[in-house]
């Protein structure tokens, strides 16, 4: 199957700070990823670097087959910030009408997409309402329909269940999952490990801006009865060596 | 696709215009100001109407320099303080296309309230001297919108290096102190000693000059028009300038630590 993301070698650094140190990994066609790690392990810039926000200092990165530093590749991403990072002054269908113009869609197309997802996030009665009166959950179920908006074959989701009730986190997992049948591909960076475990096919733990481990679920599962939690435990607990659980 | 995307900046910036209700306020004031002032009459005296007018212009001169700046300083300090830039920038836009957008909407609810003012400054003048929009009112008009086009992409600019109320401040002083001494610094560089002589002949070199597109003198006064091909230098003087702002932005913008 084709990478659609992959990195090589990539290192960022602030200063003297390793933001991602030599970073290497690769995400195949309708994969869910999970990208995981605790805070400051550098997933955040990754996933900046995977959206051309910022470039790295050494390696490469491709997503798409394309650089993400070019609008081109961007089109076919869709990406969900961690905190819900939008215009309070606006409705939630202006908000969609603005990306959507951003996105280069035809008006029609917005607004009928802007009504299926309006639907699918639960949000259609509260359309008419501006951003700012929005709870956090509202918010970010608001995040993922731009990030579904121009149909992107790419969902990059940055810690996506931040703020989400029980409810609403099943619904983001059925979503998620009928998305992966509709043959998206999608990265999400998430302290939830217990959502992660049950969703992606693959999991990589980051620790001091190193990959610690990349492997796939299911082995995880199969390995004595291991879970992720415990994987998540043992590798964050010991000096930073590549542990490898699956394919790279 | 580009218009597509520069359409929907310039939307943003009018809903955001119309939604801080910032504008309704100088609005309301431009009409509690200038309502009164086209009702005066002042026993038929010519200069006293004179006077109504200058006052009248003045007033917009500031609220046209009050709203430019308000709004450019405002297109980006926000977006990175509030973290918008993010979801903006991974949307397929490139840096450039997003400042240009981004300017075109502070130029769009600038002008339009401009277009506002002059509309009022013009009936008040009609009903009162009974001359409607003479051609000089229509050439003041369009100095005004070089104006605007200019102090909107030197605030862009601006705005990418300090704060929004610092930028302000340092717009306005440099736009008032151009509008008071700017055909004056020749005068004052010839009477300066070396090197401070060297500093004014360079603040008029370099400068941007404002007084250019000030006509409000020859429109109170009812004075002849500016020649047409004098004028349209102006317009294309500030056209080049405000390219050159542009271009600074777009390399400060790129440069942008995010």
Redesign the interface.
């Known amino acids: 199957m084709n990478a659609r993301i992959k990195l090589e070698n990539v290192t960022k650094r602030f200063g003297s700070v390793h933001a991602v140190e030599d970073l290497t990994l690769s995400l195949a066609d309708g994969e869910i990823f999970g990208f995981l790690g605790t805070n400051g392990a550098g997933k955040t810039t990754t996933i900046?670097m995977l959206?051309?926000?910022?470039a790295p200092d050494s390696g490469t990165i491709e997503v798409l087959g394309g650089d993400p530093r070019k609008?081109?590749?961007?089109?076919r991403?869709g990406?969900?910030?961690e905190?819900a990072?939008?215009?309070p002054?606006?409705n939630v269908r202006?908000l969609l009408?603005?990306?959507?113009?951003?996105?280069?869609?035809e008006p029609k197309r917005v607004k009928e997409r802007t009504e299926e997802l309006l639907v699918k996030v639960g949000l259609e009665s509260a359309a008419k309402r501006?951003l700012r009166t929005f709870s956090k959950g509202m918010l970010q179920r608001a995040?993922i329909a731009?990030a579904l908006l121009h149909d992107p074959d790419l969902l990059?989701l940055d810690e996506p269940l931040t703020g989400l009730d029980p409810l609403a986190r099943i619904h983001f997992r059925d979503l998620i999952l009928e998305l992966k049948e509709a043959g998206k591909t999608i990265f999400f960076s998430s302290h939830e490990l217990s959502e992660a475990e049950l969703i992606c096919d693959r999991v990589a733990i980051l620790k001091g801006g190193a990959c610690v481990f990349n492997g796939a679920v299911k082995e995880i599962a199969g390995d004595g009865g291991d879970n992720l939690e415990r994987i998540f435990l043992n590798v964050l607990e010991r000096p930073a060596v590549m542990e490898q659980g699956g394919v790279a | 696709?580009?218009f597509?995307?520069f359409?929907?900046?310039i939307?943003?910036s009018l809903?955001?215009l119309y939604?801080?209700k910032d504008l309704f306020v100088l609005l309301v004031l431009s009409l509690v100001l200038l309502a009164p002032l086209a009702m005066i009459q002042p026993f038929g005296v010519t200069g006293a109407s004179r006077y109504m007018n200058e006052v009248a212009m003045l007033l917009i001169w500031i609220f046209s320099i009050v709203i430019t700046l308000g709004v450019t300083s405002r297109l980006f300090p926000p977006e990175f303080e509030?973290?918008?830039?993010?979801?903006?920038?991974?949307?397929?836009?490139?840096r450039g296309?997003l400042l240009f957008g981004k300017y075109l909407g502070a130029l769009t609810t600038s002008l339009s309230a401009l277009l506002f003012f002059y509309l009022l400054y013009g009936m008040m003048t009609g009903l009162r001297q009974g001359e409607w929009f003479p051609p000089i009112f229509m050439q003041a008009f369009l100095l005004h919108v070089g104006f605007v086009v200019l102090l909107a992409a030197f605030g862009l600019f601006g705005s990418l290096l300090v704060t929004p109320s610092a930028n302000m401040t340092l717009c306005g002083i440099i736009v008032g102190g151009m509008l008071f001494y700017g055909q004056r610094l020749p005068a004052l560089a010839e009477v300066t000693p070396v090197p401070a002589k060297w500093f004014v002949w360079l603040s008029y070199a370099i400068g941007p000059h404002f007084e250019f597109f000030d006509m409000r003198q020859r429109l109170i006064h009812s004075w002849s028009m500016v020649r047409w091909d004098a004028c349209l230098l102006t317009l294309l003087y500030a056209c080049v300038y405000s390219a050159a702002c542009l271009l600074l932005a777009n390399a400060l913008l790129k440069r942008k630590?995010?």
């Open positions: 900046k959206l051309g926000l910022i609008a081109v590749t961007r089109r991403i990406f969900m910030p905190t990072y939008y215009y002054f606006l202006e009408a603005f990306y959507g113009g951003l996105c280069g869609m501006q995040g731009q990059i | 696709m580009i597509r995307q359409s929907a900046l939307r943003l809903l955001d939604r801080r509030s973290r918008t830039i993010y979801p903006l920038l991974a949307k397929p836009i490139g296309t630590k995010l």
